[in-house]
Structures are given as C-alpha cells and as structure tokens.
C-alpha cells in the first residue's frame, strides 16, 4: 500500500521553463511534508519541505504547495537549470515516534539546453 | 565535516553469505535509519532507531537486524543474504526532538548485489 505516490517516473523541461513535479498522499495523519533531491551515486539531499499548518513555502527557486482536502502537493522550479537534472523524491510524517519519513517513489528531472 | 558515511560503498555477495553495513553519523543526532531504493519502489524503511538504545521495525524488516552500537553508529547485517536483497541502502540520521524540521541527512549509499 504506496502512502506517498508519485505518479510521474520521468519528467523532461526545456532550460528557463517551469518544473513541476508532483505528489499524492492517502493518510491523513501526515502533517509535514519534505521534497529530496537525489544525483547518480549520492544521497538524496533535503531540499524543501512544508507543514500542514501552510499551503505554500518558497525558497529561492523553488516553492512547495499543499493542497490538504486533495492530499496533494507539487514543487514548482522556476527558472528550470541544467542542475536540477535529479532524481526528486516526496515524503512525507506524521507526529508519531521517531517522525519517520514515508518517501514517494521518485520522478526523474532532466532539464535540456 | 563528513555528515554520515556508510561503509562499504559497493559489494557483492553469494546467496546465503552474511555481511554488516556500516554508518557513522558525526552531527550527535538523535535518530538514525536504514533505508533501501528500488527501482519503481522509492525508498523503503527497513529499521529505524529514534534513539541510543533503542530499535524498531520498519516497512520491510524481514531478513534484516540491526544495532545501534552507540549515538554514532547504526549497523544493519543481513544474515543469510537473498538475491531479493539486491539494492542500495541509504543510511541516514536525523536530530529529532521538539521543534524538529524532520530533514534527514543521507550517507552516499551503499551498492549490494547478491548473486
């Protein structure tokens, strides 16, 4: 049973364009949702993440929206670089014990010039 | 600062050999987990350990033990290892605590394939 779905395994985008990547989730208990980046033969990296409380999050380049009643939240990447080719992956916890992270199956970015 | 290193980074083993993998977390976090990445399947938690001392089952357990030696390291071994146990391994640690942004930190992985 996939908590956490990511629908799109790939996702190709034009350098400058938009990227927008997206994520569903079932268990209502989940109140904190995170976004992770991940190269070839490295770890994912935190990359941004968003509470319940909120429907949107910014950094940089980057924002985060939550759409609770559709338990559904997307990254946006605004302007797309050649950089952001990665791996993304979406997870998302609940206030329970060790705040584990229940991750999404991932969806390939690559940017083109 | 190395963050969390996993040792080994690649290795391949025979049905049924055992082996451990390693991780060191220097950041005196809290938290510490195993994870394995499969294609189509993301990442799945296999133990976790919320704190020194302490171990818990994750999603995919079976065919696994871990221990958490000390605030610093969290091994997982594989006892009598299977061709299903082919992937990469992720450990990762996390501060926790009241006010917690939840952000884990990953070590680069480690590559096992069981032939």
């Known amino acids: 049973d996939q908590q956490v779905k990511q629908n799109s395994p790939s996702l190709s985008v034009q350098e400058g364009r938009i990227s927008i990547l997206n994520c569903d989730y079932t268990?209502?208990?989940?109140?904190?949702f995170l976004w992770y980046k991940k190269y070839p033969a490295e770890g994912p990296t935190f990359l941004i993440s968003?509470?319940?409380?909120?429907d949107k999050n910014e950094d940089g380049r980057f924002t985060v929206f939550l759409n609770k009643s559709a338990k559904h939240l997307s990254l946006h990447i605004v302007p797309s670089q050649p950089g952001d080719s990665a791996v993304y992956f979406c997870?998302?916890?609940?206030?329970?014990?060790?705040?584990?992270?229940?991750f999404g199956q991932g969806t390939r970015l690559t940017i083109n010039p | 600062n190395a963050g969390v290193t996993q040792t080994p980074k690649f290795q391949v083993l025979k049905t049924g050999q055992s082996m451990t993998l390693q991780c060191a977390q220097d950041?005196?976090?809290?938290?510490m987990y195993w994870y394995r990445q499969d294609p189509g399947m993301g990442l799945r938690l296999i133990y976790y350990?919320?704190?020194?001392?302490?171990?818990d089952k994750g999603e995919v357990p079976n065919g696994y033990n871990v221990s958490r030696l000390n605030k610093r390291e969290f091994s997982l071994r594989l006892e009598s290892a299977a061709p299903s146990q082919t992937s990469v391994y992720f450990c990762?640690?996390?501060?926790?605590?009241?006010?917690?942004?939840?952000?884990?930190?990953f070590g680069s992985g480690t590559r096992l394939t069981v032939v």
């Open positions: 968003i509470s319940s409380i909120k």
């Open positions: 997870a998302a916890s609940g206030l329970q014990g060790a705040q584990k992270l229940v």
């Open positions: 268990n209502s208990m989940f109140d904190y």
């Open positions: 350990s919320a704190s020194e001392g302490t171990t």
């Open positions: 990762a640690s996390q501060k926790g605590g009241t006010g917690d942004n939840y952000g884990y930190t």
């Open positions: 950041m005196n976090h809290n938290s």
